[in-house]
Each structure stands twice: as C-alpha cells, then as structure tokens.
C-alpha cells in the first residue's frame, strides 16, 4: 500500500486491515501494530502513530496506549465505517 497523503486515510487503511485480520476471530480481538505496518508495507511509525490516535478520535479502532501503541482493535463504528466508504 502506498502510503496515503492525509492521516484520515491512513486512519481508514489501517482500520481496514485490522478488520481484515480479525473478522473471523471472537471480538474484541486485539492485533498489533506491527503486524498491520508489515501487512500494509508501512514503516513509518510517527505516521502510523498519527493515523491511530486518528483512528481513535473518531472511534473506529482502540489501541492499548494514547501514543505508541503496540495493539489495536476494532470497534463497532470502525466496522460501520468501512461499509460506508
């Protein structure tokens, strides 16, 4: 994935893949960070960093920590939001 221009898209990619990997597991299922970056062939952690706080502003993920998380999940408004863009 070529790294989106705003952090709301990037917010909304990194949404995406967390629902792609962990729709088939029992809610809430916690994925980390590193793996979504490797699965969208990221590596900019102050970017992805962004994109999360993002992310949990606008309540579609949930991370294990304000800054720098290390896990996120899913929320039910993120899943709302992908069937909406």
């Known amino acids: 994935m070529a790294r989106p221009k ?6 909304k990619g990194i949404t995406r893949a967390v629902h792609e990997a962990t729709k088939h597991k ?6 980390s960070v ?3 970056m490797r699965t969208l062939g ?6 992805v ?13 949930r991370a294990d920590s304000a800054t720098k998380a290390h896990s996120l999940c899913i929320t ?10």
């Open 26 to 31: 029992p809610p809430p299922y916690w994925i």
């Open 76 to 85: 039910q408004s993120g899943i709302v939001m992908l069937g909406k863009s």
């Open 34 to 36: 590193e793996t979504i």
């Open 49 to 61: 960093d962004l994109a999360v706080q993002h992310a949990e502003r606008q309540n579609w993920l």
């Open 6 to 11: 705003s952090p709301e898209a990037l917010a």
């Open 42 to 47: 990221l590596a900019d952690w102050d970017a």
